[in-house]
């Protein structure tokens, strides 16, 4: 499958990630506004984030952000590159790069690139009357994510298995799995548990090992347990745009490799999940 673009991706080292992911227990990863009229219009815009510093004690019972975490400075600069094309024509299922650089604005120096091939989206519609269509989970090509520091592939990926309502990820590296990412179920794991919070439904999405137990770092409390957990980031942010804002509390012992590996599971927990075409979004 084609990558897109086309330019040569920059190779960094654990030494070279360590000033931005080395001594962070969490990270603050906040998607803008940008391009709100070209989504009006149909188009669906470059992605872009900016990423700051993140800590438990920043979090409320429920998972809401207390007041000073979205102002801490951004050390980190993310954006999409995907041609207009795909993003018009093959929105979920589109090729992309996105280019991590230094500090809270473009131009900075950089840091890391993620690539995502083109594949296919989640679910594909069949038209099964005249005005009826049935959506069907598609198990093939699915999204992922990859990169490469020190000479190990870093890879996260969408997985599809028989509980195709609850959206799950593998987080790999050279070809091995580390962590499975997934929010907790009812009904027999066919679907995902939603917890409810003063602003709205919140679904967070737990570390799990290759024994299928869950990683707490020895935290009863859901809230402080590793995780991505998609947090309120703003009135004008969740009503007048679909940015989104993560916040991610990487497991204990996560080195600055995996960490980086982390955060491009994150941009494709927002790509798949939250970007409109995911099945239990919230």
């Known amino acids: 499958m084609a990558y897109a673009p086309g330019q040569q991706m920059m190779q960094p080292t654990k030494s070279t990630l360590a000033p931005y992911l080395g001594n962070k227990k969490a990270i603050l990863v906040k998607q803008t506004p940008r391009g709100c009229c070209q989504e009006c219009m149909g188009c669906e815009a470059k992605s872009e984030y900016k990423i700051s510093a993140m800590d438990f004690s920043y979090m409320e019972t429920g998972g809401i952000l207390k007041e000073g975490a979205m102002t801490q400075p951004d050390e980190m600069y993310a954006l999409e590159q995907s041609s207009f094309c795909m993003r018009c024509c093959w929105r979920d299922g589109r090729a992309m790069s996105i280019s991590v650089s230094q500090g809270g604005e473009s131009g900075g120096a950089p840091i890391i690139d993620y690539v995502k091939p083109c594949g296919c989206p989640l679910n594909f519609c069949i038209p099964i009357g005249e005005d009826a269509t049935l959506e069907v989970p598609c198990c093939c090509c699915l999204p992922e994510l990859t990169t490469e520091v020190d000479g190990v592939e870093l890879k996260s990926k969408y997985i599809c298995d028989a509980y195709c309502c609850v959206s799950k990820f593998a987080y790999l590296e050279n070809g091995n799995e580390i962590y499975r990412l997934k929010p907790d179920t009812c009904c027999g794991g066919c679907c995902p548990t939603c917890r409810f919070s003063k602003k709205k439904p919140m679904i967070p999405y737990f570390f799990y090992d290759t ?57 494709l927990l927002d790509f798949t999940v939250f970007e409109r075409q995911g099945q239990d979004a919230a």
């Open 211 to 267: 024994d299928g137990n869950r990683i707490t770092d020895g935290m009863d409390d859901d809230n402080m347990q590793p995780q991505i957990r998609k947090v309120w980031g703003g009135l004008y942010k969740e009503c007048c745009s679909t940015a989104d804002t993560f916040a991610v509390f990487f497991p204990e012992g996560a080195d600055e490799k995996r960490k980086a590996g982390l955060l491009g599971l994150t941009f």
